[in-house]
């Protein structure tokens, strides 16, 4: 089973500044990743796929990246709607696998 | 619109069974691998099952093997997991999701609680 690691558990930052998460993977996923929003009290969300395609209606601050099993969501300015927990996910093999979650809150 | 409401959770006994529906609009139910994926309440998520647009191919993940079955009904937009011999360890909200890897549309999940 492929173990996706998420740093870090809880990340604080101010509104308007950038938020930066990472996202590793126990051995090679390729582009096979995705990321998740979920709020309180509500169903995930997808905002990227393939590692670092939009979603659609996803706002173009949010982006993705990979370079090897490190995966990065990043957040280039803060809206007071994004702070929520952020899962990111794998499925180039079965189990598909999530990590445990990062949480962005207000600084 | 695409819509998912899961139905069909709810307090069971360790060693019951359960069965959830899902009922899908809103789009072509049979042209889309379908999933289920659970929360425990306060942790992460967790992948449980995902099925074929037809049927013919399934996935569960270990902790659920021969436990669970999960199945479809594409005349009528539906989709189940019948779940056996729960545990605690069952206990979570269940989610509905289209896709099979990615999931784009989640429903709002539906709470099975394992307890005595």
């Known amino acids: 089973e492929i173990v996706m690691t998420q740093s870090p558990a809880t990340l604080s930052v101010s509104p308007g500044e950038r938020a930066t998460l990472s996202c590793r993977a126990s051995?090679?996923?390729?582009?096979?990743l995705v990321w998740y929003q979920q709020k309180p009290g509500q169903a995930p969300r997808l905002l990227i796929y393939?590692?670092?395609t939009r979603a659609t209606g996803i706002p173009a601050r949010f982006s993705g990246s990979a370079s090897g099993t490190e995966f990065t969501l990043t957040i280039s300015s803060l809206q007071s709607e994004d702070f929520a927990v952020y899962y990111c996910?794998?499925?180039?093999?079965?189990?598909?696998?999530f990590g445990q979650g990062t949480k962005l809150e207000i600084k | 619109e695409v819509q998912l409401v899961e139905s069909g959770g709810g307090l069971v006994q360790p060693g019951g069974s359960l069965r959830l529906s899902c009922s899908a609009s809103?789009?072509?139910?049979?042209?889309?691998?379908m999933s289920w994926v659970r929360q425990a309440p306060g942790k992460g998520l967790e992948w449980v099952a995902n099925?074929?647009?037809?049927?013919?191919?399934?996935y569960f993940v270990d902790s659920v093997k021969g436990r669970f079955t999960i199945s479809r009904d594409n005349a009528k937009n539906s989709l189940y997991l019948q779940m056996n011999s729960l545990r605690a360890e069952d206990t979570a909200v269940y989610y509905c999701?289209?896709?099979?890897?990615?999931?784009?549309?989640w429903g709002q999940g539906t709470l099975v609680t394992v307890s005595s």
């Open positions: 999701a289209r896709r099979g890897a990615a999931v784009d549309y």
């Open positions: 809103g789009f072509t139910f049979s042209s889309y691998w």
């Open positions: 099925i074929k647009e037809d049927g013919s191919t399934i």
């Open positions: 051995q090679s996923v390729s582009s096979n």
């Open positions: 393939g590692a670092s």
């Open positions: 996910q794998q499925y180039n093999d079965w189990p598909y696998t």
